[in-house]
């Protein structure tokens, strides 16, 4: 196989075994998403499940988040790690909304990388869940799969990304970077992968190091 035709079959395959995947943040607009993936940084999204009810119920608004003080975004989150930078960019982030875009999230690459605390990678989640735009989210599990797939040798997720848009169909790329994601959680976890109950086990370069 060709490496587009082993990214069709790995297409394929995950579609069939995560049929609904979707991502994991629990959020219920594109404000709360921007915020959600700032905290999901160096933490789990099961932990920013946990305390996202807490600061969307205070914080309703942009103004909300602008008027706070900051050592009040810091004390709800401070359990996400890295808590006071996290603070920082949620509150810049909704400034920066409201002044720079009128209230509105952008739906470039360029633009939102103008945001405080925005790179690619959370980047291209909101223009993939939120435009339905092309995107591919290079996140620990994404560029792990890939890696051990053999679509690419790099942990720079900028060339992950990169290498991954010319293989993946443009509008297969959002939810296949999403069932990625479950499927690192659940069968090709970085310590010990299942490649035994692995639906990508035939078109893998690491199955001979895990079978």
């Not at 920066?96 to 009128?102: E, Q, S, V």
């Not at 989640?125 to 591919?136: M, Q």
């Not at 509008?171 to 639906?199: I, L, M, N, Y």
Request: charged content about 30%; some cysteine; proline content about 5%.
């Amino acid at each position: 196989m060709t490496k587009k035709e082993r990214g069709l079959f790995c297409i394929e395959a995950l579609k069939k075994e995560y049929p609904d995947a979707v991502c994991a943040l629990e959020t219920e607009n594109p404000f709360e998403l921007l915020v959600a993936v700032r905290l999901s940084a160096q933490c789990t999204d099961k932990r920013v499940n946990m305390v996202t009810p807490v600061i969307f119920e205070r914080f309703k608004t942009l103004d909300d988040y602008i008027s706070a003080d900051v050592c009040e975004i810091e004390e709800i989150i401070h359990s996400c790690g890295v808590y006071r930078q996290k603070a920082k960019d949620i509150k810049g982030m909704a400034e920066k909304l409201k002044h720079g875009f009128g209230g509105k999230i952008p739906d470039t690459m360029e633009e939102l990388l103008t945001l405080p605390g925005v790179g690619r990678k959370s980047a291209n989640l909101i223009l993939g869940d939120v435009f339905g735009k092309p995107a591919v989210v290079a996140d620990t599990h994404f560029i792990r799969i890939m890696n051990r797939l053999g679509f690419c040798a790099t942990k720079d997720p900028h060339k992950v990304e990169l290498a991954m848009k010319k293989l993946l169909p443009p509008e297969e790329s959002g939810d296949f970077c999403h069932r990625v994601v479950w499927h690192g959680r659940e069968v090709c976890k970085a310590q010990k992968p299942r490649c035994g109950g692995c639906v990508l086990y035939e078109v893998c370069d690491s199955k001979i190091h895990n079978s």
